[in-house]
């Protein structure tokens, strides 16, 4: 079956502006988590969704960054007021449920703010 | 918190040679152990697993076992093939529950290529 999918792939924007990415993750997965993959930070963990539910945001680097999950599918992370150093390539994943499943990652999207 | 640390490399080896990167972890209870590997223009896969101690993960040729007693899980490979270039990242999972369950915590990657 189709796997996690991002859009858009890439995305280059000006500092300032606001930016949403999308996650459609893997049909009947419950849960769906955000990273980030940067040079600077490698790969760290934003937020995760329980169906719509977020019980762990510790990862979201500022309150510019928000998350939400309607209908227990489709996730889109919104930042504003972009800045340099949210540059990076954001990933998606999905898993069956919140446990030690496997997590399926998407393509990502990078992420350019000139 | 939970962390991970991996040889960073880069590694450069000839084809056929024998493949170590080591990984150990800080985590507090019983966390799962992960490798991934992203190849060059692909997203990150799920290379193995171990979900408990001395359990061993195995794949394309690849293993890893899960040392509580050295907090390691390193990655062995006997013969790389050039297709094995790519970069190998060592993660683990919380396993106490709350609120952080399930959420991956990554090591640094590690670059591997692989000369014919």
């Known amino acids: 079956g189709a796997g996690v999918s991002q859009s858009p792939s890439n995305k280059v924007t000006e500092k300032g502006k606001d930016v949403e990415l999308r996650c459609d993750p893997i049909s009947g997965h419950t849960a769906l988590y955000w990273y980030r993959q940067s040079l600077g930070q490698g790969l760290e963990f934003l937020i995760y969704f329980q169906g719509n539910s977020a019980p762990d945001k510790s990862g979201l680097p500022s309150d510019r960054f928000s998350a939400e999950r309607t209908g227990g599918s489709v996730s889109t992370l919104t930042i504003q007021r972009t800045q340099q150093e949210d540059s990076a390539v954001y990933l998606c994943?999905?898993?069956?449920?919140?446990?030690?499943?496997?997590?399926?990652f998407g393509p990502g999207t990078r992420l350019t703010v000139l | 918190g939970d962390s991970v640390t991996q040889m960073e490399g880069p590694v450069t080896l000839s084809e056929e040679a024998f493949l170590t990167i080591n990984c150990t972890y800080t985590?507090?209870?019983?966390?799962?152990l992960f490798w991934y590997v992203q190849y060059p223009g692909e997203g990150l896969q799920l290379l193995l697993k171990a979900t408990k101690a001395d359990d061993k993960g195995s794949n394309k040729g690849f293993e890893a076992t899960y040392r509580k007693e050295t907090t390691s899980f390193h990655l062995e490979k006997g013969s790389v093939q050039v297709s094995d270039s790519a970069v190998y990242f060592c993660?683990?999972?919380?396993?106490?529950?709350?609120?952080?369950?399930?959420?991956?915590?990554f090591g640094q990657g590690t670059i591997l290529t692989v000369h014919p």
């Open positions: 985590a507090t209870g019983y966390p799962s």
């Open positions: 993660a683990l999972s919380d396993n106490t529950g709350g609120t952080s369950y399930g959420k991956l915590t």
């Open positions: 994943a999905s898993s069956f449920w919140v446990t030690t499943d496997t997590q399926y």
